[in-house]
């Protein structure tokens, strides 16, 4: 038997991602990305896919040089509307980030990642769609993150304080 990846229909992929989605929210990423992969193989252009996908990759994250943190970006930065690519890429820098803090990195190390992430969230608040606090709620849990850690505190006020 040869071991070749199959091909899913296009009449499949709603019900894929929401497979793939299913899989996320059982903390199981790497079934999801495996669906997601699928998907985005017979469709390139799924944005719901794409999204998932660097979701997946991000959930994944460990803090290693390892990780696929070149993927997941160019997976965001190819996101067609511009609120969701600024925040997923806020996601990503705030989840590196998160990861790295995990295996013990100092501080200041990572605090360029999270200021990278809080630019991103205030970029995307700006042109967020109506209703949606998704930005503010993420900037509020890095600036919580920032300050439970002074390490991370001293270095987002910047050397002159």
Same mark, same amino acid.
């Given at each position: ?20 989605? *299913? ?56 996101l067609e509307d511009p609120y969701e690519r600024l925040? *997923? ?33 205030e970029e995307a608040e700006k042109i967020r769609p ?10 509020? *849990?890095?600036v919580r993150l920032v300050q439970s850690r002074p ?11």
């Open positions: 038997m040869e071991l070749k990846l199959k091909s899913i229909s296009l009449d499949a992929i709603p019900a894929a991602v929401a497979k793939a989605e *299913h899989y996320r929210n059982l903390n199981e990423p790497s079934e999801a990305e495996s669906i997601c992969r699928d998907i985005v193989a017979t469709d390139k252009t799924n944005q719901a896919a794409k999204r998932l996908l660097g979701l997946s990759l991000t959930d994944q994250f460990t803090g290693r040089d390892t990780d696929p943190y070149g993927e997941a970006e160019r997976i965001f930065a190819g925040y *997923h890429i806020g996601i990503l820098r705030e989840r590196r980030a998160k990861a790295e803090l995990r295996i013990g990195r100092p501080g200041y190390m990572v605090t360029e990642l999270l200021q990278d992430a809080l630019k991103c969230f109506a209703g949606n606090d998704e930005a503010i709620l993420r900037w509020n *849990h890095c390490d991370l505190e001293w270095m987002a006020r910047g050397p002159e304080s």
